[in-house]
Nanobody
Framework: QVRLVESGGGLVQAGGSLRLSCAASGGTFSSYVMGWFRQAPGKEREFVAAINWSGGSRLYADSVKGRFSVSRDNAKNLVYLQMNSLKPEDTAVYYC????????????????WGRGTQVTVSS
C-alpha cells in the first residue's frame, strides 16, 4: 500500500509562486508514475501534471503549460509541483496520485491518492 502526503499549499497573490511536495511511503516509489490533480469547489477533479518513473517524460494540462513544472526525487521518495504565475482560477485542492500504469492524464489510471493540500490564489 502506498501512502501519499501532500504539503506546501497556502494562500498566495495572483502572479506568485508555490511549490507543492508529495511524500510517498510504502511500495517502490521509482516504479510509479506520479501525477498531480486538482479540484475546485463545485467542479470535478482534473488532471494537472504527471511524470514518469525516471523523470524523463512529463505531461501537462493545457491550462498550466509554461507555468507549472513537475519533478521528482526518487532517492527521497518525493514529487514536486512548482507553480508559477498563479491565477485565481488555479485555486483548488491539489492531490498527488501514483499509478502503476503508463504516463496518463486519466483519473482512472491512478491507484493511490493523497488527501490533498489547499491552494488559494487571491486576485
Amino acid at each position: 500500500q502506498v501512502r501519499l502526503v501532500e504539503s506546501g499549499g497556502g494562500l498566495v497573490q495572483a502572479g506568485g509562486s508555490l511549490r507543492l511536495s508529495c511524500a510517498a511511503s510504502g511500495g517502490t516509489f521509482s516504479s510509479y508514475v506520479m501525477g498531480w490533480f486538482r479540484q475546485a469547489p463545485g467542479k470535478e477533479r482534473e488532471f494537472v501534471a504527471a511524470i514518469n518513473w525516471s523523470g524523463g517524460s512529463r505531461l501537462y494540462a493545457d491550462s498550466v503549460k509554461g507555468r507549472f513544472s513537475v519533478s521528482r526525487d526518487n532517492a527521497k521518495n518525493l514529487v514536486y509541483l512548482q507553480m508559477n504565475s498563479l491565477k485565481p482560477e488555479d485555486t483548488a485542492v491539489y492531490y498527488c496520485a501514483a499509478s502503476l500504469r503508463r504516463l496518463a492524464a486519466a483519473l482512472s489510471a491512478y491507484n493511490y491518492w493523497g488527501r490533498g493540500t489547499q491552494v488559494t490564489v487571491s486576485s
